[in-house]
């Protein structure tokens, strides 16, 4: 299908007002609701959205079936299915029949309600519903025992004498005299990586109470991986380990059980030296892991042992990237959601690792529908590594759009360095270092206008003073960064302590350069200054915080007291969003 299948300009009015409806009903409007879905800019750290002025988290075939108003056999299939997962739930894990009556009764009126219009995703309707059960039947971790029954079996398997004995048989491994130390070491990775993905599809290992013998373990291995996404990822990985550079990973998808089949993997790739950024629900999803499992499962609590979990679900992209920097090989966030994968309700925390990573693993075949039958492409490579039936294992790569520019820490520090370079020599040569903080996009359909703005009165200022050299950071923006980026790289120039004067974009300022324009200020720039923009507000906590260790810098511009009113940057953005409660 063609690839920017949602095009608005010239649509059909009636479409038009469908699609609306689509994404109203589905809760996945960011105008309508802007706590709950991410912004644009977030979304752009995950999806690559070239022109396109919307995005679905489904297949193709579901999204065109909904908006084509031709429902018929292929969603109502999906909501059966949905139906179909659920009902067992109920049955297991809610004993007072009383409540269990009552409980399937709600959710039949709920189902019903939500699919007689066609228009409800089936992942949309499955959380939906299942934040009714948890709710109603008040149990938090609905399956926790049978996930932990799960754990424990793979937990003994991979502690037991027969599973060392059969991953490190060296059968499979290529020797000649001529084969090195280094080559031996990554044939002997590649192997067990190899053996633990075989296994990961054998459901029995985690369903079956009977024990598993190093016999089976062999006749498991067996199972063939050579897909061409495994021959990929290899070589991709041999390539990571040459450039001798940190590589970091997100993995996603976990379920209960296979989860410690996949960090056994995991440590295998940490040996490598990669790390991990390991991604698990916020709440309740089946067999999902969930943040609380780590906490309560006994023996998810011992194989984590030694990850970093973020709990913080809008960290910041310093405080990310901190975190990475650490000695920690191994960290554990969580996607914010309680459904398949959805970029669009993910966390900032989840955005952001995704943005950083080098390459995403998704684990769970579900999926597939978001990222494999999907015309979207996505901001980073993503190997999907599933189990389509038991026995069988799959390994599909789907690239990221050839597009995506990517400016990794490495990059943004390297530029930062350049800056500082320059400004050293330009100290030297006996001239001040001003940096200018303004407005750049604050103001809805002004972002151009920020730009002018910026650019007149800076040329203004260099006009003006004598022996000055005026950073306008608008001038070292490069295509592919974001907002993310540039506070990244300007912080490590701020910190430097080559900046004599710190100024911060008043409301003279902007009068003084409309008047250079030849032109009166406009309703929308009336009174605004640095302090309406929580960019400015940001840089000016830095600032002050500078002024402690060099106490001969001079801040000019608004007051510190009316910068209050805005405290955190936004998402990936060049504008800035107001927080609630301050």
């Known amino acids: 299908m063609d690839r920017n299948p949602v095009s608005l300009s010239g649509m059909d009015p009636e479409k038009h007002a469908w699609i609306t409806n689509f994404f109203t009903e589905n809760h996945l409007a960011f105008e ?11 979304l752009k750290f995950i999806v690559y959205l070239e022109d396109n002025p919307l995005y679905y988290p489904c297949s193709d075939k579901i999204f065109q079936t909904i908006i084509a108003k031709k429902g018929g056999d292929i969603l109502n299939l999906a909501y059966l299915r949905i139906w179909e997962r ?3 739930l109920m049955d297991s894990v809610v004993e007072d029949e009383y409540k269990k009556a009552y409980l399937r009764s709600l959710l039949r009126i709920k189902f019903r309600h939500e699919t007689a219009s066609m228009v409800m995703l089936p992942s949309r309707l499955e959380k939906r519903l299942l934040q009714i059960f948890v709710r109603v039947s008040e149990i938090d971790r609905p399956l926790a025992s049978a996930k932990e029954q799960k754990n424990q079996r793979v937990f003994s398997l ?7 004995r059969a991953i490190n048989n060296p059968e499979g491994l290529h020797l000649s005299p001529d084969t090195s130390l280094e080559d031996i070491r990554l044939q002997v990775l590649f192997l067990q990586i190899e053996r633990l993905l075989a296994l990961t599809a054998h459901p029995a290992l985690w369903t079956d109470e009977a024990a598993i013998d190093e016999t089976r373990l062999h006749s498991m291995f067996q199972i063939s991986v050579k897909d061409p996404g495994w021959e990929w990822l290899k070589e991709t990985l041999r390539q990571w380990i040459m450039s001798g550079q940190v590589r970091y990973m997100l993995w996603m998808g976990s379920s209960a059980g296979e989860v410690l089949l996949d960090l056994a993997i995991i440590r295998l790739l940490i040996k490598m030296g990669i790390k991990v950024i390991f991604s698990v629900k916020q709440a309740f999803y089946y067999d999902a892991v969930i943040l609380k499992d780590l906490i309560e499962c006994p023996y998810l609590q011992e194989a984590f042992s030694d990850a970093e979990i973020i709990t913080e679900r809008n960290i910041s992209k310093n ?5 990475l920097k650490s000695d920690k090989m191994l960290f554990v966030i969580s996607d914010g959601t309680q459904e398949r994968f959805n970029p669009l309700l993910t966390s900032v925390t989840f955005a952001r690792a995704f943005k950083e990573t080098d390459l995403v693993i998704s684990r769970n075949h579900g999926d597939c529908t978001c990222l494999s039958e999907t015309s979207f492409q996505f901001t980073r490579d993503i190997v999907a590594v599933t189990r389509p039936g038991p026995g069988r294992i799959s390994i599909s790569v789907k690239q990221r759009h050839p597009n995506v520019i990517r400016f990794s820490e490495t990059d943004l520090r390297e530029k930062a360095d350049a800056l500082i370079y320059h400004l050293k020599m330009q100290e030297r040569q006996g001239k001040s270092i001003m940096f200018y903080s303004a407005i750049v996009g604050s103001i809805p359909q002004q972002l151009e206008t920020a730009k002018k703005i910026l650019k007149v009165f800076v040329d203004y200022l260099r006009k003006k003073l004598d022996g000055v050299v005026i950073i306008n950071p608008a001038e070292h923006f490069e295509p592919g960064m974001d907002a993310d980026d540039l506070m990244y ?21 902007i009068e003084k350069a409309f008047e250079l324009m030849g032109e009166k200020v406009p309703p929308e720039w009336l009174g605004k200054d640095a302090t309406y923009s929580t960019g400015c507000t940001m840089e000016m906590k830095i600032a002050r915080d500078v002024q402690k260790q060099y106490p001969e810098m001079q801040i000019i511009g608004p007051s510190w007291e009316k910068f209050q009113r805005r405290k955190e940057y936004g998402i990936g953005k060049l504008y800035d969003r107001v927080l609630e409660d301050i």
């Open 158 to 164: 991979l502690n037991s004498e027969a599973y060392e």
């Open 319 to 323: 405080h990310l990237l901190d975190r």
């Open 489 to 509: 790289m300007w912080e490590i120039v701020q910190r430097s302590g080559l900046i004599d004067i710190w100024r911060f974009q008043s409301v003279e300022d």
């Open 32 to 42: 309508v609701f802007p706590r709950e879905v991410a912004s644009p800019e977030q």
């Open 86 to 88: 659920l009902e067992p």
